[in-house]
């Protein structure tokens, strides 16, 4: 299985192990600190910078 993460080039010396690839490609990451940002970000918006 091939993501977009594997399609771009790394620094020298970075390689990405497939084994670990596959373990961690359905698993959801992050999902509470997603969330959180998601709600923040509804509650107070985008920056005017942005």
Request: glycine fraction near 6%; charged fraction near 30%.
């Amino acid at each position: 299985m091939k993501t977009a993460s594997q399609n771009k080039k790394l620094p020298k010396g970075f390689k990405i192990d497939p084994n670990l690839a596959d373990r961690y490609a359905n698993e959801p990451l992050f999902v509470k600190k997603a969330e959180k940002a998601n709600a923040t970000l509804r509650a107070v918006g985008v920056p005017k910078g942005w």
